[in-house]
């Protein structure tokens, strides 16, 4: 399968503690997004890179998350000390840039994260 | 601020028969849509995209309808089947934003 994965698929973890979550592109793509949905609503863009550099996160939820993709291919999303309101699907896309025209994402399947 | 919206959140349709699906949105310079089907547990699957020189684009018993005037699209799924039973989404690519999705229930 050459699409979009992310690990774990699940997670269960204590409030408080840190997570990371791991999303591997579709191998041809140099972008790469990550995104929060929660129950009964639609993906919320959280940032994205080109290659390694990370072109947006104004839009990361709080200064306890963060993501990096330090060599251009594979990217972590970390959340620190985590709140109950943190329990939602975190969701990784990636597209090919072509210049000129906005990209086409492709999802990945999710991780699913449960905060006790 | 810019949004995406869905009129309504759920539709319910016999087997065999076209559903519609319908979107709003706000950003008069959006010029890049697509719609995702999303089943339970699963990431969101690309079905179809337009861009704004396009008005209307058709694939496998799929066809996107864009109106630019009134900031709408819709979604047309063909002799709907119970595989179509998911969760609808249309998405701004260029805001990177999601309606919250309509739930497609396929009675047979």
């Known amino acids: 399968d050459t699409g979009v994965s992310q690990d774990p698929r699940h997670k269960i973890t204590k409030r408080g503690q840190n997570v990371t979550f791991r999303c591997d592109p579709i191998?041809?793509?140099?972008?790469l997004y990550w995104y929060r949905q929660t129950l009964g609503q639609g993906p919320e863009f959280l940032t994205y890179?080109?290659?390694?550099?990370?072109?947006?996160k104004s839009r990361l939820l709080s200064d306890r998350f963060s993501a990096e993709r330090p060599k251009g291919s594979f990217s972590t999303l970390e959340i620190q000390r985590t709140e109950q309101g943190d329990s939602a699907m975190y969701l990784c896309?990636?597209?090919?840039?072509?210049?000129?025209?906005?990209?086409?994402?492709?999802f990945g399947p999710g991780t699913r994260l449960t905060v006790l | 601020g810019e949004s995406v919206g869905l009129h309504l959140p759920t539709l319910s349709v016999q087997e065999g028969d076209n559903s519609i699906i319908n979107c709003a949105y706000s950003?008069?310079?959006?010029?890049?849509f697509i719609w995702y089907k999303q089943e339970s547990g699963k990431g969101p699957q690309f079905i179809i995209d337009?861009?704004?020189?396009?008005d209307k684009r058709q694939g496998q018993r799929v066809t996107v309808l864009l109106n630019k005037t009134v900031k709408h699209l819709s979604l047309q799924i063909a002799a709907t089947q119970p595989g179509d039973s998911a969760v609808y989404f249309c998405?701004?690519?260029?805001?990177?934003?999601f309606g919250a999705g309509t739930r497609l229930t396929v009675k047979p």
């Open positions: 896309a990636s597209s090919r840039r072509i210049s000129g025209y906005t990209d086409t994402q492709y």
């Open positions: 191998s041809e793509h140099n972008r």
């Open positions: 890179f080109q290659n390694e550099a990370q072109l947006e």
């Open positions: 950003n008069s310079a959006s010029d890049y």
């Open positions: 337009i861009r704004s020189n396009m």
């Open positions: 998405a701004d690519l260029n805001d990177m934003r």
